[in-house]
C-alpha cells in the first residue's frame, strides 16, 4: 500500500483561550497529534509600564508596580521597585517594617501559587483543587484587607518601610489561617499527588533537563525543578530572609510533576517563614521618619533582584538625581521562562500543551510588561 | 511495567482517598456568601469610593485646597480649581474621576486635614461611563450616584 | 413593499428573491394584529427577558488582574453560578462578555472579531478601570486602549482597580435589570410600522 502522505498543520491556539492564563497566543505546528514546534506571540498585554515609570515619581511607582506587572505578585514587585530605590538612595527601614514586609511578601507567595494550583487543576480537569483554592485564597485575601485595604492591589509598601502598622489582633488571625492552612495542604496532596491520572498527565511530561535551563536561563520554581538550585532568598538575602530558617525545595527530574511539588513544597516552606517571622517579630515603628513622598534618588544605576512566585525577578534601575527615574528595566521570570517552552514542547501530544503550560507558571502581565 | 492488578489496585487507591475528601466537604459549614441578601463586612481599612464628608461642625468639607492629592495622584484623576488667594481660597471644582482612579490611597495618605477618605461603598456600576465623574456634591454625599442594584430580586 | 392586496404592515421586509420569512417572526405579527394583541406580544416579550436574564452565559474573557477578582467571583465565596451565569470558553455559545482587564491595541481587532462572533442578543458588561477608560493606564501610555466603548458597545460600567466580586455581581444584577426592561419585539414593530408608514 502506497504510504498516505501527511502535512503539517498549524494551529493556533489564539489569544483567547481558557487556558493560555491570559493574551498568549500559540502558532503550534502539528504532525498529526505530535507537536513539532511551538511559536508563542507575546504582546497582548504590552502596558508600557516602563516608559510609564518614567514619569511618576518612586511612590507613585509603587502604584503602577503592583497593577502593571505580574498582578499576582504585587507586593514583592512594590518590594522589586523600592529595593532598588532604597538601595540606591541609602534609605534605612526600621526592623519591625523588614519583618512585616517579609511576612506580607510570603502570603502573597502562598496566594499566588494557590491560584496557580487551583487554574492549573482546572486546566487538567480538576474542578474541585480550583474551588478549594479560591476558598483558602478569600482568606489570605481578608487577611490583606484588613491590613491594607486592598485585596489584589495593595500600595502598602513605602520608600523606608510600610504605610501603616498591623491593627491589634491580626498576628493571632495570621497563625490560626497558618495552622488551618497547612492541614489543607495535606489534603490537596491526598487529592492530587497520589492520584492516577494527575500523575499519567504530569510525570514524564515536558522534561527540561538541568543543561537547558542554564542555557534559557529559567528561574523559579522552573529550574529548581530540573535540578538547578538558585533563589534569591538565599542567595541574595534581602529583608528578614537571612534571619528565618527555611530549606529551598529542589527536584532532579525537570517533569510537570516535579515543578508541582516544587511549588507544594514552597508553600509549606512559606507558612513555615510565616511563623517565624510572626514569632520574631519586634516592636517598633514601621516607617523611616523623614522620607519625603517624593524622594530624590541620588545619580547612579543599581540592579536588584528578588524572589517572585514565578522566579527571579531584577529590576536595573538608573537615576539622574531627579524625583522621577530616568530608566527602569525589568527582567520579568516569566518572559525568560517562556522561551524554554518550544524546547520542553517537542515530540509530545496536543493535550500536552496545557499541561506543560500550566506548569511553567506564567503571568502574561509578567511576560509583556 | 506494573501489572494490571497492580494498576487497578492503584486507581482504584487513588479514586477512593480523593473521594473521600471531597465528601468530608458534606459535612463542612459552608463558605458562600448570598451576595444580595448578605454582605460582607469591609474592614475598616477598605479603599471604597473616595469621598470628603462634610463636618458636622462646620457644615463643610476640611478641604485646605492645597492640591496635594491632585500632585500625588498616580491616574491623575483629581482636578480642583479655586478662585481667592490665601486663606480667603474657594472652591470653585473638585472633580474626581472614579472611572481611572486606581484607589491606591495615596491621596487619602497626603491630605494634611483628612478632608479625602476612603467609604465603605464600592456597588458603583452604572449604564453611562459620564456618572463616574463625580462632582463636589456627589463627593460631599459619600455614596455612590446610583441606586445599589438588586437584579430580579423581589 | 408588499405585492398587490390591501396595505399591510410587516415586520420584516418581505424577500423579493422568493426566499421565506422565519416563522417565528410571523407568528408574532398575526399575534400583534388579533385584539389585545399588544399586551400578547409584551408578555411574550417578558417571558423572554425573564429567561435571558437568568441565564447570562459570559464568555470566559480575562485579560488582566481583574481577570483575577472574576474568578473569585465564579469561586466558592461569591458563587456567580446562583445567577445562572456559567462560563462558556467559545463566543458561540456566549451572550455576555466581561471584557476584564487592560485591552492593548494589538488586542483590541481580536475582542472586535469575538463580540462579533456572538449571537444577538449579546450584552458587554467593561469591569474594572481599564476597561472603562484606560484606567490608571491613561497617561504616558502608547499601547492602551482609552477604554474597551471604543470598539464593542457597552451596556454595562462597572468601576474598581480592581472592582470586588460583590461589585461585578451587582454589575451583573444591573444587566438584569437592564434586560427585564428591553422592549426588542415592540421595537422591532414599531420600526416596520414608521418604514411602511
Not at chain 1, 503592583?66 to 527601614?93: F, K, Q, W
Not at chain 1, 480550583?130 to 491594607?148: A, G, H, Q, Y
Not at chain 3, 472586535?112 to 497617561?139: D, H, N
Amino acid at each position: 500500500m502506497r504510504s498516505l502522505r501527511t502535512e503539517e498543520l498549524i494551529l493556533n491556539m489564539g489569544p483567547q483561550h481558557p487556558s493560555t492564563h491570559g493574551v498568549l497566543r500559540l502558532v503550534v505546528t502539528l504532525d498529526g497529534e505530535n507537536i513539532v514546534e511551538v511559536q508563542p506571540d507575546i504582546g497582548y498585554l504590552h502596558s508600557s509600564v516602563e516608559k510609564m515609570m518614567e514619569h511618576r515619581n518612586y511612590t507613585q511607582n509603587i502604584a503602577l508596580a503592583d497593577r502593571g506587572m505580574d498582578y499576582l505578585a504585587a507586593l514583592v514587585n512594590e518590594m522589586a521597585v523600592l529595593r532598588a530605590a532604597e538601595t540606591l538612595a541609602d534609605v534605612p527601614v526600621p526592623e519591625r517594617a523588614r519583618y512585616i514586609r517579609t511576612i506580607f511578601m510570603e502570603l502573597q507567595r502562598l496566594a499566588s501559587h494557590l491560584l496557580w494550583l487551583g487554574t492549573y487543576g482546572i486546566d487538567l480537569g480538576a474542578f474541585t483543587a480550583f474551588l478549594w483554592c479560591m476558598r483558602e485564597r478569600e482568606l489570605i485575601m481578608d487577611l490583606f484587607e484588613s491590613v491594607t485595604g486592598g485585596r489584589l492591589h495593595h500600595v502598602y509598601f513605602r520608600l523606608g518601610g510600610v504605610n501603616e502598622d498591623l491593627p491589634p489582633g491580626w498576628t493571632d488571625r495570621c497563625r490560626e489561617f497558618c495552622h488551618y492552612f497547612l492541614n489543607r495542604l495535606d489534603e490537596y496532596h491526598k487529592l492530587l499527588t497520589g492520584n492516577p491520572i494527575w500523575k499519567a498527565r504530569t510525570q514524564g511530561v515536558g522534561v527540561l533537563t538541568r543543561e537547558q535551563a542554564i542555557a534559557f536561563g529559567a528561574c523559579g520554581p522552573v529550574a529548581r525543578a530540573s535540578g538547578l538550585a538558585w533563589d534569591v532568598r538565599k542567595s541574595h538575602p534581602y529583608e528578614a530572609y537571612d534571619r528565618v530558617e527555611f530549606q529551598v525545595p529542589v527536584y532532579t527530574e525537570g517533569d510537570c510533576y516535579a515543578r508541582y511539588l516544587v511549588r507544594m513544597d514552597e508553600m509549606r516552606e512559606s507558612t513555615r517563614i510565616i511563623l517565624q517571622c510572626l514569632d520574631q517579630l519586634p516592636e517598633g515603628e514601621v516607617r523611616a521618619p523623614r522620607v519625603p513622598l517624593n524622594l530624590k534618588v541620588p545619580a547612579g544605576e543599581v540592579y536588584t533582584r528578588v524572589e517572585s512566585p514565578r522566579g527571579d525577578l531584577g529590576i536595573h534601575l538608573v537615576s539622574t538625581g531627579g524625583e522621577f527615574p530616568w530608566r527602569v528595566k525589568i527582567r520579568a521570570p516569566s518572559f525568560v521562562n517562556l522561551h524554554a517552552l518550544t524546547e520542553m514542547m517537542r515530540g509530545w501530544k496536543v493535550a500536552d500543551i496545557i499541561a506543560i503550560l500550566g506548569s511553567i507558571d506564567i503571568v502574561l502581565a509578567d511576560v509583556d510588561r | 511495567m506494573p501489572s494490571l492488578l497492580q494498576r487497578t489496585a492503584e486507581a482504584v487507591q487513588g479514586l477512593v482517598t480523593g473521594l473521600g475528601i471531597t465528601f468530608q466537604n458534606l459535612t463542612r459549614p459552608k463558605v458562600t456568601l448570598l451576595y444580595p441578601l448578605e454582605k460582607s463586612n469591609v474592614s475598616p481599612r477598605w479603599h471604597g469610593l473616595l469621598a470628603l464628608p462634610v463636618d458636622t461642625e462646620t457644615g463643610n468639607d476640611k478641604c485646605i485646597i492645597c492640591f496635594q492629592c491632585e500632585r500625588i495622584c498616580p491616574s491623575r484623576c483629581i482636578h480642583i480649581e479655586a478662585t481667592g488667594k490665601g486663606k480667603e481660597r474657594v472652591l470653585t471644582r473638585f472633580d474626581i474621576e472614579m472611572d481611572k482612579c486606581q484607589y491606591c490611597g495615596l491621596c487619602v495618605e497626603v491630605c494634611p486635614t483628612e478632608a479625602i477618605v476612603f467609604t465603605p461603598h464600592y456597588e458603583a456600576s452604572t449604564y453611562n461611563r459620564a456618572n463616574l465623574l463625580y462632582t463636589l456634591e456627589d463627593l460631599h454625599r459619600a455614596a455612590p450616584k446610583e441606586p445599589v442594584a438588586r437584579g430580579i430580586l423581589r | 413593499m408588499s405585492s398587490g392586496g390591501p396595505e399591510v404592515t410587516r415586520m420584516v421586509r418581505v424577500p423579493t428573491d422568493g426566499s421565506r420569512v422565519a416563522p417565528a417572526e410571523h407568528l408574532v405579527e398575526v399575534l400583534h394584529r388579533l385584539p389585545g394583541g399588544q399586551i400578547l406580544v409584551t408578555s411574550i416579550e417578558n417571558v423572554l427577558n425573564w429567561a435571558r436574564a437568568r441565564s447570562l452565559w459570559p464568555l470566559t474573557f480575562g485579560l488582566a488582574c481583574c481577570a483575577m477578582e472574576m474568578m473569585q467571583a465564579m469561586g466558592t465565596r461569591f458563587d456567580l453560578d446562583r445567577f445562572g451565569v456559567i462560563p462558556r470558553a467559545t463566543p458561540r455559545q456566549a451572550d455576555l462578555i466581561i471584557v476584564a482587564g487592560r485591552c492593548t491595541i494589538k488586542m483590541a481587532p481580536v475582542v472586535r472579531r469575538l463580540w462579533e462572533q456572538m449571537p444577538e442578543p449579546k450584552y458587554v458588561i467593561s469591569m474594572g478601570s481599564c476597561a472603562t477608560c484606560g484606567g490608571p493606564f491613561y497617561y504616558d501610555n502608547y499601547s492602551i486602549l482609552k477604554g474597551i466603548d471604543t470598539v464593542i458597545p457597552v451596556d454595562v460600567y462597572v468601576p474598581g482597580c480592581p472592582p470586588r466580586p460583590e461589585a461585578l455581581i451587582e454589575g451583573v444584577l444591573k444587566l438584569q435589570e437592564k434586560i427585564q426592561k428591553e422592549r426588542r419585539l415592540t421595537r422591532r414593530l414599531q420600526e416596520a410600522a414608521q418604514a411602511g408608514a
